[in-house]
């Protein structure tokens, strides 16, 4: 990096003096050079990050240097390997030729030139320098400087031109640029500069697409120069969008096509031509002749989606007429025909590009008759009556009020006459193949009013600009038709007063009628409508589903039905029954008087029981028979609720309270399909809590009772079957287009996978032979005709009624499969009762009587199937139980007179605990009765301590809360928690954990003391090892707690310390001499807690004799077990600490071998030693048995100790020599003992050299022989002699090196 500048010289920025030292640069560190590394890494934040700390370091330092050295690298970096370091050099280059505006732009060009040569790179480097170039001119460009100069712009010009001939490389990349820049340049500069030079690529204009774009964007840019004249000039018609020009056009916007099918956009030259075209006043023949005569009939996928996003992308350019001829033109049908076919998952769909270009269109036109225009242009495109724009598309909030409400009234027009002359109506292969003899008239009306229906809806969802008059008009509009026919023509009734051309059939009131409930569900969450103050204050309070005058709008459309009702020219669907009237009528009556009442009570409360009873009321016109009883009950309910004599105690226990019938009612709703009436009922239920009785809880929990579930539940089943059934019907009808055929294949494949039964081969076999088609001697001539057709008939009458049989158990399986998925989401819903019921009323006595129902149904869910269903249901009662119970800071105050059933509870809870088998399960009844101790703690009793006056003693205040034991019975509890500890530590495979018992010692430490003595007890008295280490961890735990030290005395808490370490102690006698691994545990805690027991000894001066705890452990040192673990080790040096015992250093071991030491045996001779093998050379051991390192060293991390390594005796250490002079030196693993001193370092330097080059030789050799050895071994001969030879001159080698060295190393 630095040789490149070497002999260079760097120019000022300003004229300047020349730079004398450019290395100077690299001589500062690396800070300025890691900008240029940072530009070059593919993360764009980091490069974005690296240029401008790179412009930021150059502004301030204002070195010329620097700036010399930049422009260096990043015209190199343009030219770089690597495609994410191009753009970032680029860039950088950009924003520095910017910054200083000085630098000459026509220089810098020259470097690029120069640098980045294209005559002169190697072949290999072609693809490099030629981005290099592209890069540059890019960097020029983006500086925003290159118009300004036009000499610059002139050489960067033409070496674009020059790109272009490297499409290989760079494609159309040269080509977009000089566009871009064209589009940039002055007209001046374009007419003096730029126009000689591109007047041939404008000349042939027509040979490529990027040629044509380039003409397209002149005539846009400068329309001065480029006059009609100038254009005949130059490629012979003052015009591009002509007849003549037609056929070339057509196939220079497919060539467009095929090459941006990529990038999934419209191609420039294509908007372009739009635009030249609606200029030239030739949009008519360029939509006719170019798009649907010429690229259309290209049935290709590229052109395809070309002209469909050429029609969206035209449409905020074209006036009314021109609106309307593309909109009913071919590309609108391709493009229907489009959606219908790619409706698979894995097919492209076009349906939301589409949609993005109507919305961009509706959001920035401003004039409503073009809007409407491109919305009935789009909802007349139809197949088979059902417009292919989506029902449900967003489009329309963007829509004007005028356009809207023109819309709206075009819709209910199209309802009412349907006219399918004016639709672009068009039916995809299948559906043609499919049609059969059915009035396909009918079916396309009922699939466009269906259409039609579900769009009404949606508005009210969608639109921005709607009134309360408009949606009171939709919802007018879809209630009567869902349930009311005109009789003849009526002015009073708007809806009345245009009788349906075709009239409606029961289908389409059904479907109405499904749509009209949706409906109702979005009024229900509506924000209120209108600008009023009294508007604005009632969306800041989140009040919904009201007006703004605050009625509610199902009232409204109750209102509404009243008036229908009383109207003779219409007549209901469903006409009332004289009871049915009459408790329409009462529920009429009912909602006004509770809304004479809405100012004195509650008006959040009336709310939801006027809603529940309007939202009933309107689903008489559904479904009469079973709406009236509910109603009935609901008014009486609502009734007692709001009057004064229901907040008495009723006298007759036995009669059903108004609390027991809502519950009961709210249930029923539960179970309905109807969204409205579930999120309402669990509304009013919100309201009824607080007067919720036992009977009332009970009713909810019953439906997680298994044995009751068959009979509460099986109305659910029917009526959920019941809408399914109607939504899948619904379903059918929308696809319309499904081949029968497949449900055959289906049921066919099923068939036969069906086991034959005994029962049906018997039968088969009577058939058979009572047509004698059985018997042997008879052939098949002597049956006729007659008895033939009679043996078939037969057969087949048998084969269809096994065929009923399969299907019935099929259909059998199929209906309780799906009532076990509908009674578990039947359940989900009645659980969020109980959430609600946890969360609102926490302070109820009654929720103690939801835990054991909640933990049955835990255990329930854990031991059933593990579909995804159950899993889900499962954590959501595990949440509501978790969340909503037992982390619950709010509980119940009132205890005083619940006391003994509280503690039998806690005292059930936990045997159940106990006993049950999984610990998961265990874990939860153990919270459960933790939640209990927290509710009976914190309720107050009259023999609570009082506490401080002082608000300031906080911590007198705390210390007297942990001592108040409130409701709680602590004798009694302790009983029972010392019972389930003692099974814990006692039983072999108990449920419970030490998790459970430590938060029960955490949250309440007042039963610390009381259980303390059990937990020293099982020290020693604990029947398994495991056990015992438990107690130990357990105790420490508890010892840890400061609560504990306000609940005993100092004589008991020193009787409890002495009593600790004394079964400490006896524990650890216990231990065998090897030490089990089930026994390392056990020690381990024992350690750790008396550990603890010798600190607090030692820390409080304790006094308490010590000596038997010593004579217990310093036997333990001898164990091999406790040493050879560092964990034991460490703990058990940590309690010898406490005993005035430190742990003793190990003696260091010397590596070296004595002098006297007898000289190591000879191996047998005849055999090549392991070490000496090829494949084990890198393992090399010394012949003493120690592991060598390199070089045949020893391995300098085997060293004990305080032990010099090779390299410090060698003197290749500096200081090695001088610490330890006396030391003998090791060679090759024997160790000499001379008298005299080492040499100094220049000597011990010259041995080593010494040493190694005979290494080297060594290893020669040694390879050469193992190559000999391995070509012997390798002709499978018998040449052990050979073999043997090679063997001994390596070992009289080895002598005579060894007897060498000795005295080289001793001068």
């Given at each position: 990096m630095a040789g490149m500048e070497l002999g260079e010289q760097t120019e000022p920025r300003g004229g300047g003096a020349a730079v004398t030292d450019p290395r100077g640069v690299l001589r500062q560190g690396r800070a300025f050079l890691d900008f240029f590394w940072d530009i070059a890494k593919p993360e764009q934040e980091v490069r974005l990050a690296a240029t401008e700390s790179l412009l930021r370091h150059l502004r301030e330092g204002k070195k010329d240097d620097e700036l010399k050295y930049t422009l260096k690298r990043l015209v190199e970096g343009?030219?770089?390997?690597?495609?994410?370091?191009?753009?970032?050099?680029?860039?950088?280059?950009?924003?520095?030729?910017?910054?200083?505006?000085?630098?000459?732009?026509?220089?810098?060009?020259?470097?690029?030139?120069?640098?980045?040569?294209?005559?002169?790179?190697?072949?290999?480097?072609?693809?490099?320098?030629?981005?290099?170039?592209?890069?540059?001119?890019?960097?020029?460009?983006?500086?925003?400087?290159?118009?300004?100069?036009?000499?610059?712009?002139?050489?960067s010009i033409q070496l674009l031109q020059q790109l272009t001939n490297h499409q290989t490389h760079l494609r159309d990349l040269p080509r977009k640029t000089l566009i871009d820049i064209t589009s940039e340049v002055p007209e001046a500069v374009f007419e003096e500069v730029l126009f000689d030079i591109l007047q041939g690529d404008l000349s042939s204009a027509f040979t490529s697409p990027e040629n044509l774009h380039l003409l397209l964007v002149g005539m846009q840019k400068f329309p001065g120069v480029l006059k009609p004249k100038k254009l005949k000039k130059l490629f012979g018609s003052s015009t591009v969008v002509n007849k003549e020009n037609v056929s070339r056009l057509v196939e220079l916007l497919k060539s467009a096509a095929k090459s941006e099918k990529e990038d999934k956009k419209l191609p420039g030259v294509v908007f372009d031509l739009l635009q030249v075209a609606l200029k030239e006043d030739a949009f008519e023949l360029f939509w006719n002749e170019v798009v649907e005569n010429g690229l259309l009939k290209e049935k290709s996928g590229p052109v395809s989606y070309m002209c469909y996003r050429l029609l969206g992308s035209a449409l905020p350019l074209l006036s009314l007429e021109q609106l309307q001829l593309v909109l009913k033109g071919k590309v609108m049908l391709r493009y229907g025909e489009h959606v219908v076919a790619t409706q698979s998952p894995q097919g492209f769909k076009f349906a939301a590009e589409m949609e993005g270009y109507i919305d961009t269109f509706l959001s920035g036109c401003d004039d409503p008759e073009r809007q409407l225009a491109v919305m009935m242009g789009f909802s007349t495109l139809t197949n088979q009556g059902r417009p292919v724009l989506l029902s449900a598309s967003r489009v329309v909030r963007h829509l004007q009020a005028v356009a809207l409400q023109k819309y709206i009234c075009w819709l209910k027009d199209m309802f009412l006459r349907p006219d399918l002359d004016c639709c672009l109506d068009f039916s995809s292969n299948r559906q043609k193949q499919n049609r059969q003899n059915t009035d396909v008239a009918q079916q396309k009306i009922a699939r466009l009013r269906r259409w039609i229906m579900h769009r009404l809806v949606s508005i009210i969802e969608s639109a921005t600009r709607k009134e309360e008059n408009l949606v009171m008009d939709i919802a007018r509009f879809c209630f009567f038709h869902a349930f009311f026919v005109a009789k003849k023509k009526n002015s009073q009734v708007a809806e009345a007063s245009v009788l349906p051309s075709e009239p409606l059939n029961e289908r389409d009131h059904t479907e109405t009628e499904n749509y009209f409930f949706g409906l109702l569900q979005t009024l229900n969450t509506l924000p209120v409508l209108g600008d009023t103050a009294k508007a604005?204050?009632?969306?800041?309070?989140?009040?919904?589903?009201?007006?703004?005058?605050?009625?509610?709008?199902?009232?409204?459309?109750v209102e509404y039905a009243n008036k229908l009702l009383s109207t003779e020219h219409v007549k209901a669907v469903k006409p009332f029954t004289k009871e049915q009237r009459d408790i329409w009528e009462r529920t009429l009556q009912s909602v006004k008087n509770l809304q004479k009442?809405?100012?004195?009570s509650d008006s959040a409360k009336v709310g939801a029981f006027?809603?529940?009873?309007?939202?009933?009321?309107?689903?008489?016109?559904?479904?009469?028979?079973?709406?009236?009883?509910?109603?009935?009950?609901?008014?009486?309910?609502?009734?007692?609720?709001?009057?004064?004599?229901?907040?008495?105690?009723?006298?007759?226990?036995?009669?059903?309270?108004?609390?027991?019938v809502m519950v009961e009612i709210l249930l029923s709703l539960l179970a309905q399909p109807s969204l409205l009436l579930r999120r309402i009922s669990k509304s009013v239920f919100v309201w009824i809590c607080p007067s919720l009785t036992k009977r009332g809880l009970q009713l909810i929990l019953d439906v997680f009772d298994p044995n009751q579930e068959q009979n509460e539940e099986s109305a659910v089943v029917v009526m959920?079957?019941?809408n399914k059934k109607t939504k899948s019907a619904q379903d059918t009808d929308e696809e319309g287009s499904e081949d029968s055929s497949d449900e055959d294949n289906t049921d066919s494949e099923d068939e036969e996978g069906e086991e034959v039964d005994d029962n049906f081969r018997s039968q088969l076999m009577k058939v058979l032979q009572g047509g004698n088609a059985l018997e042997e001697d008879k052939s098949d001539e002597e049956l006729d005709d007659e008895a033939m057709m009679a043996l078939d008939k037969n057969i087949s009458a048998l084969f269809a009624e096994q065929q009923k049989r399969i299907q019935a158990?099929?259909?059998?399986?199929?209906?309780?499969?799906?009532?076990?998925?509908?009674?578990?989401?039947?359940?989900?819903?009645?659980?969020?009762?109980?959430?609600?019921?946890?969360?609102?009323?926490?302070?109820?006595?009654?929720?103690?009587?939801?835990?054991?129902?909640?933990?049955?149904?835990?255990?329930?869910?854990?031991?059933?199937?593990?579909d995804k269903q159950e899993v889900d249901f499962l954590q959501k009662t595990a949440s509501i139980f978790k969340n909503s119970l037992c982390r619950n800071k709010q509980y119940c105050k009132r205890v005083a007179s619940l006391q003994e059933d509280v503690h039998a509870l806690v005292q059930r809870l936990v045997k159940k605990a106990c006993k049950h088998t999984d610990s998961a399960v265990a874990l939860y009844y153990f919270s459960a009765s933790l939640y209990l101790l927290k509710v009976l703690k914190g309720n107050t009793s009259s023999t609570a301590p009082p506490e401080p006056e002082k608000e300031s003693d906080s911590r007198a205040k705390q210390a007297c809360q942990l001592l108040n034991p409130g409701c709680l019975n602590v004798k009694k509890v302790a009983a029972i928690y010392q019972q389930a500890l003692t099974q814990f530590l006692s039983k072999r495979n108990s449920p419970l954990t030490c998790s459970m018992f430590h938060d029960l010692f955490k949250r309440f430490p007042i039963m610390c003391k009381p259980l303390v003595d059990t937990l020293v007890e099982f020290i020693t008295a604990a029947a398994r090892q495991h056990q015992q280490a438990m107690a130990c961890l357990l105790l420490h735990r508890v010892l840890l707690l400061h609560e504990l030290k306000l609940f005993v005395t100092e004589e008991e808490w020193e009787e409890l310390i002495t009593r600790s370490i004394s079964q400490v102690t006896q524990c650890l006698k216990t231990l065998g001499k090897p030490i089990m691994k089930a026994e390392k545990e056990k020690v381990a805690k024992s350690l750790e807690l008396l550990n603890f027991l010798l600190k607090t000894v030692k820390g409080q001066k304790l006094s308490v004799e010590l000596a038997e705890v010593e004579e217990v452990l310093l036997p333990l040192q001898q164990l091999e077990d406790i040493g050879s673990s560092p964990r034991l080790d460490s703990l058990y040096w940590n309690v010898m600490r406490w005993l005035d015992h430190t742990k003793p250093k190990k003696e260091k071991t010397s590596t070296k071998p004595r002098q006297g030491a007898e000289p190591l045996k000879r191996k047998k001779k005849g055999f090549l030693p392991e070490t000496k093998k090829r494949k084990n050379r890198k393992k090399g051991v010394q012949e003493n048995g120690v592991e060598a390192g390199e070089d045949g060293e020893p391995a300098p991390?085997?060293?004990?100790?305080?032990?010099?390594?090779?390299?410090?005796?060698?003197?290749?250490?500096?200081g090695g020599s001088k610490k330890h002079p006396s030391k003998g030196v090791r060679e090759n693993g024997v160790a000499k003992a001379g008298g005299g001193d080492l040499p100094t370092a220049d000597g011990g330097d010259a041995v080593a050299d010494k040493k190694k080059k005979r290494k080297r030789k060594n290893r020669k050799r040694k390879g050469a022989a193992g190559d000999e050895a391995e070509q012997v071994s390798a002709a499978k001969k018998t040449k052990g002699s050979v073999v043997q030879e090679t063997q001994k001159k390596q070992d009289k080698a080895k002598k005579k090196r060894k007897v060498k060295q000795a005295p080289v190393v001793q001068e």
């Amino acid at each position: 990096m630095a040789g490149m500048e070497l002999g260079e010289q760097t120019e000022p920025r300003g004229g300047g003096a020349a730079v004398t030292d450019p290395r100077g640069v690299l001589r500062q560190g690396r800070a300025f050079l890691d900008f240029f590394w940072d530009i070059a890494k593919p993360e764009q934040e980091v490069r974005l990050a690296a240029t401008e700390s790179l412009l930021r370091h150059l502004r301030e330092g204002k070195k010329d240097d620097e700036l010399k050295y930049t422009l260096k690298r990043l015209v190199e970096g343009l030219g770089a390997t690597r495609e994410a370091a191009r753009p970032g050099f680029s860039l950088a280059l950009a924003q520095v030729l910017q910054a200083f505006e000085e630098i000459p732009l026509c220089s810098i060009l020259e470097q690029i030139k120069e640098k980045h040569n294209l005559e002169k790179v190697k072949k290999k480097l072609v693809r490099n320098a030629a981005f290099g170039n592209f890069f540059g001119v890019m960097a020029l460009f983006q500086s925003g400087r290159l118009v300004k100069d036009r000499k610059a712009l002139l050489e960067s010009i033409q070496l674009l031109q020059q790109l272009t001939n490297h499409q290989t490389h760079l494609r159309d990349l040269p080509r977009k640029t000089l566009i871009d820049i064209t589009s940039e340049v002055p007209e001046a500069v374009f007419e003096e500069v730029l126009f000689d030079i591109l007047q041939g690529d404008l000349s042939s204009a027509f040979t490529s697409p990027e040629n044509l774009h380039l003409l397209l964007v002149g005539m846009q840019k400068f329309p001065g120069v480029l006059k009609p004249k100038k254009l005949k000039k130059l490629f012979g018609s003052s015009t591009v969008v002509n007849k003549e020009n037609v056929s070339r056009l057509v196939e220079l916007l497919k060539s467009a096509a095929k090459s941006e099918k990529e990038d999934k956009k419209l191609p420039g030259v294509v908007f372009d031509l739009l635009q030249v075209a609606l200029k030239e006043d030739a949009f008519e023949l360029f939509w006719n002749e170019v798009v649907e005569n010429g690229l259309l009939k290209e049935k290709s996928g590229p052109v395809s989606y070309m002209c469909y996003r050429l029609l969206g992308s035209a449409l905020p350019l074209l006036s009314l007429e021109q609106l309307q001829l593309v909109l009913k033109g071919k590309v609108m049908l391709r493009y229907g025909e489009h959606v219908v076919a790619t409706q698979s998952p894995q097919g492209f769909k076009f349906a939301a590009e589409m949609e993005g270009y109507i919305d961009t269109f509706l959001s920035g036109c401003d004039d409503p008759e073009r809007q409407l225009a491109v919305m009935m242009g789009f909802s007349t495109l139809t197949n088979q009556g059902r417009p292919v724009l989506l029902s449900a598309s967003r489009v329309v909030r963007h829509l004007q009020a005028v356009a809207l409400q023109k819309y709206i009234c075009w819709l209910k027009d199209m309802f009412l006459r349907p006219d399918l002359d004016c639709c672009l109506d068009f039916s995809s292969n299948r559906q043609k193949q499919n049609r059969q003899n059915t009035d396909v008239a009918q079916q396309k009306i009922a699939r466009l009013r269906r259409w039609i229906m579900h769009r009404l809806v949606s508005i009210i969802e969608s639109a921005t600009r709607k009134e309360e008059n408009l949606v009171m008009d939709i919802a007018r509009f879809c209630f009567f038709h869902a349930f009311f026919v005109a009789k003849k023509k009526n002015s009073q009734v708007a809806e009345a007063s245009v009788l349906p051309s075709e009239p409606l059939n029961e289908r389409d009131h059904t479907e109405t009628e499904n749509y009209f409930f949706g409906l109702l569900q979005t009024l229900n969450t509506l924000p209120v409508l209108g600008d009023t103050a009294k508007a604005a204050a009632l969306r800041e309070k989140h009040v919904h589903g009201v007006t703004a005058d605050g009625k509610l709008w199902i009232f409204l459309l109750v209102e509404y039905a009243n008036k229908l009702l009383s109207t003779e020219h219409v007549k209901a669907v469903k006409p009332f029954t004289k009871e049915q009237r009459d408790i329409w009528e009462r529920t009429l009556q009912s909602v006004k008087n509770l809304q004479k009442k809405e100012n004195k009570s509650d008006s959040a409360k009336v709310g939801a029981f006027q809603q529940l009873l309007l939202s009933i009321a309107i689903h008489l016109f559904k479904n009469q028979s079973e709406t009236v009883e509910v109603l009935s009950d609901l008014l009486n309910c609502t009734e007692k609720a709001f009057s004064k004599e229901a907040k008495k105690k009723r006298a007759d226990s036995s009669e059903p309270g108004w609390v027991e019938v809502m519950v009961e009612i709210l249930l029923s709703l539960l179970a309905q399909p109807s969204l409205l009436l579930r999120r309402i009922s669990k509304s009013v239920f919100v309201w009824i809590c607080p007067s919720l009785t036992k009977r009332g809880l009970q009713l909810i929990l019953d439906v997680f009772d298994p044995n009751q579930e068959q009979n509460e539940e099986s109305a659910v089943v029917v009526m959920e079957e019941s809408n399914k059934k109607t939504k899948s019907a619904q379903d059918t009808d929308e696809e319309g287009s499904e081949d029968s055929s497949d449900e055959d294949n289906t049921d066919s494949e099923d068939e036969e996978g069906e086991e034959v039964d005994d029962n049906f081969r018997s039968q088969l076999m009577k058939v058979l032979q009572g047509g004698n088609a059985l018997e042997e001697d008879k052939s098949d001539e002597e049956l006729d005709d007659e008895a033939m057709m009679a043996l078939d008939k037969n057969i087949s009458a048998l084969f269809a009624e096994q065929q009923k049989r399969i299907q019935a158990k099929k259909d059998e399986k199929d209906r309780t499969r799906k009532e076990k998925i509908l009674r578990r989401d039947f359940k989900a819903k009645v659980l969020d009762l109980i959430d609600v019921f946890l969360v609102k009323q926490a302070e109820n006595p009654l929720v103690f009587d939801i835990i054991e129902p909640l933990l049955q149904l835990i255990e329930q869910c854990m031991s059933s199937d593990s579909d995804k269903q159950e899993v889900d249901f499962l954590q959501k009662t595990a949440s509501i139980f978790k969340n909503s119970l037992c982390r619950n800071k709010q509980y119940c105050k009132r205890v005083a007179s619940l006391q003994e059933d509280v503690h039998a509870l806690v005292q059930r809870l936990v045997k159940k605990a106990c006993k049950h088998t999984d610990s998961a399960v265990a874990l939860y009844y153990f919270s459960a009765s933790l939640y209990l101790l927290k509710v009976l703690k914190g309720n107050t009793s009259s023999t609570a301590p009082p506490e401080p006056e002082k608000e300031s003693d906080s911590r007198a205040k705390q210390a007297c809360q942990l001592l108040n034991p409130g409701c709680l019975n602590v004798k009694k509890v302790a009983a029972i928690y010392q019972q389930a500890l003692t099974q814990f530590l006692s039983k072999r495979n108990s449920p419970l954990t030490c998790s459970m018992f430590h938060d029960l010692f955490k949250r309440f430490p007042i039963m610390c003391k009381p259980l303390v003595d059990t937990l020293v007890e099982f020290i020693t008295a604990a029947a398994r090892q495991h056990q015992q280490a438990m107690a130990c961890l357990l105790l420490h735990r508890v010892l840890l707690l400061h609560e504990l030290k306000l609940f005993v005395t100092e004589e008991e808490w020193e009787e409890l310390i002495t009593r600790s370490i004394s079964q400490v102690t006896q524990c650890l006698k216990t231990l065998g001499k090897p030490i089990m691994k089930a026994e390392k545990e056990k020690v381990a805690k024992s350690l750790e807690l008396l550990n603890f027991l010798l600190k607090t000894v030692k820390g409080q001066k304790l006094s308490v004799e010590l000596a038997e705890v010593e004579e217990v452990l310093l036997p333990l040192q001898q164990l091999e077990d406790i040493g050879s673990s560092p964990r034991l080790d460490s703990l058990y040096w940590n309690v010898m600490r406490w005993l005035d015992h430190t742990k003793p250093k190990k003696e260091k071991t010397s590596t070296k071998p004595r002098q006297g030491a007898e000289p190591l045996k000879r191996k047998k001779k005849g055999f090549l030693p392991e070490t000496k093998k090829r494949k084990n050379r890198k393992k090399g051991v010394q012949e003493n048995g120690v592991e060598a390192g390199e070089d045949g060293e020893p391995a300098p991390e085997e060293q004990p100790l305080e032990t010099q390594t090779p390299k410090n005796k060698k003197g290749l250490v500096p200081g090695g020599s001088k610490k330890h002079p006396s030391k003998g030196v090791r060679e090759n693993g024997v160790a000499k003992a001379g008298g005299g001193d080492l040499p100094t370092a220049d000597g011990g330097d010259a041995v080593a050299d010494k040493k190694k080059k005979r290494k080297r030789k060594n290893r020669k050799r040694k390879g050469a022989a193992g190559d000999e050895a391995e070509q012997v071994s390798a002709a499978k001969k018998t040449k052990g002699s050979v073999v043997q030879e090679t063997q001994k001159k390596q070992d009289k080698a080895k002598k005579k090196r060894k007897v060498k060295q000795a005295p080289v190393v001793q001068e």
